[in-house]
Each structure stands twice: as C-alpha cells, then as structure tokens.
C-alpha cells in the first residue's frame, strides 16, 4: 500500500493532468520527493513533459517561457516529442498556457519570486507547487522551513495551503480544478500565478512494492479525452464526467468557463473627428491591426505586440511621437497592452489634450497619469474610414523619412565595426525565428530601427521589464513550442541569467541560440540623466559596473557552441544560418547614445 504523502503526490498530479496542464517545471529536492516519483511515472505514461532545472529561479522563467508559447502565432506541427502542446492543454482566452512548477521547501520557493512576479504583470498562468513540511514541523526551528504559504504577496491570484496526509479524493480533484481555473482566469478574467503549499510527511519515497498502482493512479487523468480538456474563451476547465465513464472516486471536476469579452462597437467610444492613432504595447489585442486597418489610421506598434505584420503598421514610433513629429498633431489614442519602451510614447499618452480610449481584458491596464476616458474590455472593427484621409498619409510618409535617415546612420556608424543599433537591425532582418528580445537597451534599439516586413514571433517579458531570466525564458519556449529560438541580450542579462545554458545529461535537446550584445557594462543608463558629464565620476562603478568575465569560456563551459563576429557582415552571415543545438554569438559594440539619440529625432520634412 502507498504512503500517504505518495498517494497525495499523485493525486496532484492525477488532478493536473485531468485540469490540461502538460508542462511541469521540477527542481530536485528532498521534501518534493513525492511529486518527483509522481512525475515519473506520469511522463513514463505520457501524460506530461517534466522539464528539470537545477536552478529555480530559472525554473520560473523556464515556466513563463513555457506558458507564453501557446501565445505564437505559428506553432510547430506536432510531429516530434518536442514540438508544440500535448493535446488537450489548459490555456488562457489569449493562448498562454497553464505550466506547473514544483520545489521543495525553504528558500528553494523564495527563489520563485521574480519569475512569479513576472507571471503576474504579464497574465500567465503557473501553479506553484511548493513542498512543504508538515504543520508540526513549522514554527519549531526544523531544517529548510520558513512560512511558505502566501510567500508571494500580491503576486499570486490565489493561494491553498494543502496539510500533509489529505487525502486523494474527489475533493483534492476539485481543489486542483479550482487552482488551474483561477490561474487561467476564470471566472475573474485576470490570470496569473497561483501556489499550492503541500505538506508532506516522512517517509517520502514510494512502497516498491505498490508500482502498478501507482503508475495507474497517476496516469489517470489522462483517460479523458482532448476534447475534453480543451480550454479558451467560454470553455471548461477540468474533465467532468463522461457519460458512460467508470465511477473514479477522485472524479469529476468541475467545469469553470472563461470569460468572453463582448466587443464595445467602435462609434461608441472612439471619437471619429479626432485626429487619432491606434498604439499598440505588449500584451495588445490580436484585433487592433483591423481597427487601424478598416478605421484608415497609423498603427504604431512594440515590436512585443506581434503587430508589426499588420498593414497599418508605421515603423518608427520612438521619432514620429517626439516633439516636432506627427505626434503633435494627435488628438486621440485608442490604446492596447502595455507601452514599456519610450519616454516619448509615454509622454503622449499622459497630455491632457489627447483622448484616451483604452482596450483591456484586466483591470491591469496602462493609464499612469490618470488620463483614460474610457476603458473597454474588448473593441469592435469600425464599419467606416476615418473622416481625415490625410492622416495617415502623413504618418507614412514621416516613417520613409526617419527609415531613410535610420538606415544612413547604420551606414555610417556600422562602417568598422557592429554597434547596438546595427545589431538590433541585423537580428531584425534576419530570417525568421522566434525571437525573444532583453530588457534595457536590446529591445529598446529593435524598436527604433525595425521597419517594414514585420514579425509576429517576438516575445519579451515586459511584465516587470527587468533583465531577470531571459535565457530560462528562451529555453522554455522553445521547448513549448518545438521551434527554434534566438536570445537577443545585453552582456549583463547574459551573465544575469547564464547558468539557464546548463543542460542535464537526459533533458530534451533545444535549439537556442544567444546573441550577446557587449557594451561592457550598463550602457543603458548612459543614454538617461545619469549620463550626463556632471555625474561622470560615479557612473562607471554605480551603473556602468562593467564585468570581468569571459562570455567565451562561460559558453563554452556550459557546453554551448562560440562564435564572436567583429564585423557587420560577420554577423549578418551568422545570423543567416540555422539556429541548431545551443550556441552563443558574441558581438562586441561601443558606447554611443549620441547616435541613437540621433536615430530618434522627429523627421525634418514636416
């Protein structure tokens, strides 16, 4: 007969298989056991992928890669172990998918908190299993325990403290339902993090001499069908019953729909004799590209939003919104998601002057200054061109003349050795992988030079916009979707996050491939205020802090490919090949603010 804690192992695990999650993120230890050997015989049966990370805050972020891969637009076909989504998974209305991470307990769970609360800002669905000891062993001085139950504040939509020895019954089903549910966004439509404290209880190793049984439990929530497990908009979560089914006494769960926005029409709340842009930041509405389209209007798009293959799209945004450009004449913005990389675009969305019509699924939405005069959870097409042709004539041609400079620049500065903005352009053009973008400068600069044709395959985690775990994230996407994957970072996100090259001997292979942009150091800031000459004395060690590491002998220890290019053409050479096995490109640039500033001045022609 199984143990008690191994029985409630497989019960959780039973139940996520039932409730559509396919992807689990596992970090070895002592009092997670249980799930370990759950686990096991459940990816033996085929019911999940279990991803191994020795590191769990990398683990996170390998989750957050994992749960934003349903969300690309072109998933792979499904035809090998590695590719795409097992059938049946568990997803938000937008397509992210609902991934479990699992740890033991102590400081293993606080090391969750950054990809957690990168979950959060970005609406992605984890569970958080977190192995914990049991009630009489917390608040007594035991070894690796620390109050683990609500550890991430704010950052989780809900939290369940599970007590060791429940048993694995209907009720458990039902809790678990209820969590991925939540996680999904249902009824509540904000998904996010949730986290399960379980508590386990010696001794934490199965009776060998139960393994059919166990291995039959576990697997299963695997006899409903895909159908069934089938989440989106206005689906059920959980299997329920299936007329006919054998009577499962850890059966049903219940069915939880998602919530299904209705679409506000247009002429209610977009004014349509202002002078207005749709823009569009991470996390926008799939549909704004039709607004823009069938209204006549510019679209200006992060290149985060995936709606930069949108023919309404004008490249650009960063010079044509600053003072001077076309921005000054806007008098209305209908906006989506959440615009992170430009001052200047922010500086349009707070001026009293401009109406603001904001679209968003959550409560979340961007609206600092206080400026929104209507929010709406979903936006219907206008049936009419906006009443000034004119407008986004104007646009464009404004776009032409800052690319014409753009690409001058690049001309000139590229002419002896690869800079930021010629590496951004360079992976911009390049052939067509998925692309994850770094914070600070990397994602900044594609913004700036990238142009017209647009890719709806680029991800950045823009929750927290930190440079947490971008590799991890990278790693986890391609595993989610079967694809290969090019990083794009700075040196210092590198060495941040450089441990997620680590692979383990059995772990499925990935093609990733790292592209490093080394400015030696935090070049970032030297394109703000703390780059002026007044403070040139204190940047160098309090933001510059340049590294003394090797980014060659780090790859190369980690048992990834190396490859440094010094020049344009190199890198664009590079950059043409297949991305196969994992491989660090390494591009050494300058510090020079002066020719992004440049790059970003409003067009002259006005």
């Not at 990733?512 to 040139?536: K, N, T």
């Amino acid at each position: 007969m199984s143990h008690p804690s191994q029985e409630l192992a497989e019960g959780l695990v039973g139940a996520l298989v039932a409730a559509g999650v396919r992807d689990v993120v596992y970090c070895p230890g002592s009092r997670s056991a249980p799930l370990a050997y759950a686990l096991a015989d459940a990816e033996r049966a085929g019911t999940v992928r279990v991803h191994v990370r020795l590191d769990e805050r990398g683990a996170a972020f390998v989750a957050v890669g994992l749960s934003r891969a349903g969300m690309l637009a072109t998933p792979g076909d499904g035809t090998d172990e590695g590719d795409a989504l097992l059938p049946g998974v568990a997803r938000t209305a937008t397509g992210a998918v609902a991934v479990a991470v699992v740890t033991t307990s102590g400081g293993a769970v606080a090391e969750l908190h950054a990809g957690v609360a990168e979950a959060s800002h970005s609406g992605l669905p984890l569970v958080v299993l977190s192995a914990d000891r049991p009630f009489e062993l917390r608040g007594v001085g035991a070894s690796q325990t620390t109050t683990q139950p609500g550890v991430f504040g704010p950052h989780v939509r809900a939290c369940w403290d599970v007590p060791a020895g429940t048993p694995a019954d209907r009720r458990l089903r039902a809790l678990v339902a209820r969590a991925v549910a939540t996680a999904l966004g249902a009824p509540t439509g904000e998904p996010g993090p949730v986290q399960l404290d379980i508590g386990f209880r010696d001794p934490l190793v199965p009776d060998p001499a139960d393994p059919a049984t166990r291995a039959g439990r576990v697997a299963r929530g695997d006899r409903v069908t895909p159908a069934d497990r089938s989440v989106g908009a206005g689906q059920p979560v959980g299997a329920g019953r299936r007329a006919g089914a054998t009577e499962d006494p850890v059966a049903p769960s219940p069915h939880v729909l998602l919530p299904r926005p209705v679409p506000v029409p247009w002429t209610e709340v977009v004014d349509p004799t202002l002078r207005t842009v749709v823009l569009a930041g991470d996390g926008a509405d799939p549909e704004a590209g039709t607004w823009a389209g069938r209204a006549g209007l510019p679209l200006l798009a992060e290149p985060s939003s995936d709606l930069t293959t949108a023919p309404a799209w004008v490249p650009h945004q960063q010079a044509l919104v600053g003072a001077g450009g076309p921005g000054d004449g806007v008098e209305q913005v209908v906006l989506t998601g959440r615009p992170t990389l430009s001052r200047a675009v922010s500086a349009l969305l707070s001026r009293p002057d401009v109406r603001l019509v904001v679209q968003s699924r959550t409560t979340s939405w961007w609206d600092p200054s206080g400026n929104a005069d209507v929010v709406v959870p979903a936006l219907a097409a206008p049936e009419h061109l906006h009443d000034d042709s004119g407008w986004a004539l104007l646009w464009e041609s404004a776009s032409r003349e800052v690319g014409e400079r753009i690409q001058a620049l690049l001309a000139r500065s590229g002419a002896t050795r690869p800079t930021l903005a010629g590496v951004a352009a360079a992976v911009w053009a390049a052939p067509p992988v998925v692309l994850v973008l770094g914070a600070s400068n990397t994602v900044r600069a594609v913004d700036l030079v990238a142009e017209a044709p647009g890719r709806d395959d680029v991800v950045s985690n823009r929750g927290l916009a930190g440079i947490d775990g971008t590799i991890a994230t990278a790693r986890g996407l391609a595993w989610g979707s079967g694809r290969a994957v090019r990083a794009v970072m700075g040196d210092l996100t590198f060495l941040h996050d450089v441990s997620s090259l680590a692979v383990t001997e059995s772990e499925r292979p990935v093609d990733l491939q790292v592209v490093v942009i080394d400015d030696h150091g935090g070049s970032i800031f030297a394109g703000l205020e703390h780059g002026r000459p007044e403070y040139a004395e204190d940047f160098p060690h309090w933001f510059g802090t340049a590294q003394e590491a090797s980014i060659g002998d780090l790859a190369r220890g980690y048992g990834a490919d190396y490859r440094e290019v010094t020049t344009t053409d190199e890198l664009v050479g590079a950059l043409a090949a297949p991305v196969r096995g994992r491989s660090v490109l390494h591009v050494r640039v300058g510090i020079d603010p002066s020719a992004l500033a440049e790059m970003s001045l409003p067009p002259q022609g006005l």
